[in-house]
């Protein structure tokens, strides 16, 4: 870094640090603790410049401590750099923009991803649930935001990136190469598990979901059908909006979920009698692959003793998102507010637990051969519903199976 670089961030700085000590003698503002942190800041860049080993690049630890900051804060907010910030907003803006048909988070200090749409590029390429993503790219994860991920993983249909890809049970990194690609929105998969038990699956809950979950609805009404399974694992996407429509399908009465924030006016959201459809029985199933607005809509069913809600505890994910923009032309994505439960508790921080507690096997293909893998007879019955919802591996579903066929005790 030249000499007028170095001295120029020197300069800013020494002004953070002014700034900060003239705005707290001069109690421009209640928060002391703002100004102290500000004060702190601008102390350690000094040192870093004055007493580091090396001569340090300044621009990369300024850079590197905004994204360290806004990761301590939640995991899905992040701060872009002018250039990650440029190359972002091209991204969004070019509609032919190819993507991975991943959902991410962090956890163990590195990018996770939480689940995978259907016959997406990470399908076809092997990604799982739960699979750690060690780098992107050629990058550390452990450096990077979700927001950085996500955008490294966009890009042009038909090009590809290496994922330095860590699955359950392993320690050591394995290259697997994402093709991008335009991926549609994946439909409702149906199946009946029973005469009188209809399976809605819904990999997302992305616009118009509760109006087609809602016909859905009307025709197992028709056709005689009496109870229903919702399973909402590995589905992370959509805005909330079709989670609390799609719960006023099921639930009379009650507050469904409250969204509030420190800049965010606190809404309630609460279910309307004459947008329900079903009065039946239904039963959810979840697991930590459920995130987002499926969790609200679990949530409601639960807390409003609507239904069972099945499986293990969910991600915690359910929170609103910001995009601010900076004078220099780098941005952060902010998460503004929270989503909490009918009992006051922040989806973000506890998740949902379901009323019925039921641990998943964990898949293990190691001893698996391409025979014994493949699917039972009763589960093809329809295309595109997949193993899972029939598989006798999945104790989630048969639990939930098990609590809609028990005779409904009748009150004393």
């Given at each position: ?6 001295i120029?961030?020197l ?7 002014c ?6 003698v001069?109690?421009r ?10 004060t ?6 000094q ?8 001569d340090?690049?300044?621009r ?7 994204h360290?900051m806004?990761e301590?804060?939640?995991a ?6 002018p250039r990650?910030y440029?190359?972002?907003k091209?991204?969004?803006?070019n ?5 991975t ?9 590195y990018v996770?991803?939480l689940s ?10 092997g ?5 750690i993503f060690?780098?992107i790219g050629?990058?550390?994860t ?6 950085q991920a996500m ?5 042009q249909?038909?090009t590809?990136?290496k994922?330095?890809?860590i699955r359950?049970g392993k320690a ?6 994402l ?5 549609a ?11 009188d038990?209809?399976?809605l699956r819904?990999?997302t809950?992305?616009?118009?979901r509760a109006d087609?979950?809602?016909?859905r ?5 028709k ?6 399974i ?5 589905c992370?996407?959509?805005p909330?909006s079709e989670?609390?429509?799609t719960?006023?399908?099921?639930v ?10 420190q800049t965010v006016s606190?809404?309630v959201f609460?279910?309307e ?11 959810v199933?979840i697991?930590?692959?459920t ?9 409601a069913?639960?807390a409003?003793?609507?239904g069972?809600v099945v499986?293990e ?9 910001k995009?601010i923009?900076?004078d220099d032309?780098a941005?952060?994505i902010?998460t503004?507010?929270?989503?909490y439960?009918?009992?006051?508790k922040?989806?973000?921080e506890?998740?949902?637990t ?6 998943a096997v964990?898949?293990?293909?190691s ?12 589960t ?9 919802p029939?598989s006798p ?5 048969h639990?939930?199976?098990?609590l ?8 004393a």
């Amino acid at each position: 870094m030249s000499r007028a670089a170095r001295i120029g961030i020197l300069c800013a700085s020494i002004a953070i640090f002014c700034y900060a000590g003239i705005g707290h003698v001069l109690g421009r503002t209640t928060d002391d603790k703002a100004y102290k942190s500000l004060t702190v800041y601008g102390e350690v860049l000094q040192k870093i410049q004055q007493d580091y080993v090396d001569d340090p690049n300044m621009r990369t630890v300024t850079a590197g401590s905004l994204h360290g900051m806004l990761e301590s804060l939640d995991a899905q907010s992040s701060y872009f750099t002018p250039r990650e910030y440029d190359e972002y907003k091209k991204k969004l803006a070019n509609a032919s923009t190819g993507e991975t048909g991943l959902t991410l988070s962090k956890r163990y200090g590195y990018v996770i991803v939480l689940s995978v749409l259907p016959d997406s590029p990470g399908t076809q390429a092997g990604i799982r649930s739960g699979d750690i993503f060690e780098s992107i790219g050629g990058f550390t994860t452990r450096d990077m935001s979700v927001g950085q991920a996500m955008n490294l993983l966009n890009g042009q249909p038909g090009t590809g990136i290496k994922v330095g890809v860590i699955r359950r049970g392993k320690a050591t990194p394995e290259e697997v190469d994402l093709v991008r690609a335009k991926v549609a929105t994946p439909k409702i998969m149906v199946q009946k598990a029973d005469p009188d038990i209809l399976v809605l699956r819904l990999p997302t809950l992305d616009a118009g979901r509760a109006d087609e979950i809602r016909n859905r609805l009307l025709d197992a009404e028709k056709q005689g059908i009496h109870k229903v399974i919702l399973d909402v694992r590995e589905c992370g996407r959509g805005p909330v909006s079709e989670a609390i429509s799609t719960a006023r399908l099921f639930v009379p009465s009650g507050m469904l979920t409250t969204l509030r924030g420190q800049t965010v006016s606190t809404q309630v959201f609460s279910a309307e009698p004459k947008q329900v459809v079903w009065k039946n029985p239904v039963a959810v199933l979840i697991d930590a692959t459920t995130s987002g607005a499926a969790e609200v809509l679990a949530s409601a069913i639960a807390a409003n003793h609507r239904g069972d809600v099945v499986g293990e505890r969910t991600f915690g994910l359910a929170s609103e998102q910001k995009l601010i923009t900076l004078d220099d032309g780098a941005a952060l994505i902010l998460t503004v507010a929270n989503y909490y439960n009918p009992g006051g508790k922040a989806i973000l921080e506890e998740g949902v637990t379901p009323t019925e507690v039921v641990r998943a096997v964990p898949e293990d293909d190691s001893d698996t051969t391409e025979e014994e893998a493949a699917p039972p007879p009763e589960t093809q019955k329809e295309p595109g519903l997949g193993p899972r919802p029939l598989s006798p591996e999945d104790p989630i579903f048969h639990r939930a199976l098990d609590l809609l066929k028990a005779p409904v005790k009748k009150a004393a």
